[in-house]
């Protein structure tokens, strides 16, 4: 068992990358960039990053027959059970530091991953449109961390959720080589990764926003260019933080 979950982790985990991924679902999820505030919300930063491996490995455990062949430790048989319960223990550690912040939020931790799967059900039947379903949780997870901590949250819960699952389907449009012939929807999403910021965006955001999608569209069409993917995404955090912050 244990030497499946250190070759699964070696194949499939980047503790830096997911590190970083866990910082931005956190500083995308801050309304106010203050003192107590940011200090609330990196105090579940260990929780997040386990979230994160626990629904990694059951991303994977839904594409054992999708990825067949293709040397990857958790298509081999007898390698199901032991990751099976090193994500059970990765959500379970995650529930009791949740807990540590308060009985409400362990209990929402709870009630956010049965929500979380539903998009598993939706989805995964429509081979076009599967990988959606694995993106889903990035929304959740900045919704989950708003909610614990805004009483109020408005327009800001609703276009943060919204501007990032558009950010993380243009991320991984460009990312993955098996999506290349959806690639030209990236044209439709880009845009409203901005748009739904409509009613709170004033000059400075607009003249920002138009000038940093006009360089990620340059970039979708040349296609060496590889750092595209992930300018999406700060080019949606820079927009949020231009929304909010001025």
């Not at 244990?2 to 070696?10: D, E, F, H, P, S």
């Amino acid at each position: 068992m244990i030497n499946t979950i250190g070759t699964y982790l070696r194949q499939r985990f980047s503790g830096w990358v997911y590190g970083v991924l866990t910082l931005y679902l956190i500083l995308f999820s801050i309304p106010e960039f203050y003192t107590e505030m940011i200090s609330r919300y990196f105090s579940l930063f260990p929780a997040l990053f386990l979230l994160l491996l626990s629904f990694r490995v059951i991303d994977d455990l839904l594409s054992i027959k999708k990825d067949k062949g293709r040397g990857r430790i958790y298509t081999e048989t007898g390698a199901k059970f032991p990751l099976i319960v090193f994500a059970c223990s990765s959500f379970l550690l995650a529930a009791f530091l949740f807990h540590f912040t308060g009985l409400s939020n362990f209990v929402f931790l709870i009630l956010f991953a049965g929500v979380c799967m539903i998009p598993y059900l939706l989805f995964y039947p429509f081979k076009k449109w599967r990988f959606l379903a694995a993106l889903v949780k990035y929304p959740a997870f900045v919704g989950g961390l708003i909610l614990l901590f805004q009483e109020s949250a408005g327009n800001f819960l609703i276009a943060s959720m919204v501007s990032i699952f558009f950010a993380f389907i243009s991320f991984e449009l460009l990312e993955d080589q098996l999506l290349e012939k959806q690639r030209p929807w990236i044209l439709f999403f880009i845009p409203l990764i901005t748009g739904v910021y409509i009613f709170d965006m004033g000059i400075i955001g607009w003249v920002a926003g138009v000038l940093m999608g006009a360089v990620i569209a340059f970039l979708f069409w040349k296609k060496n260019i590889k750092m595209a993917p992930y300018l999406i995404l700060l080019y949606a955090l820079c927009i949020k933080f231009l929304v909010y912050e001025f």
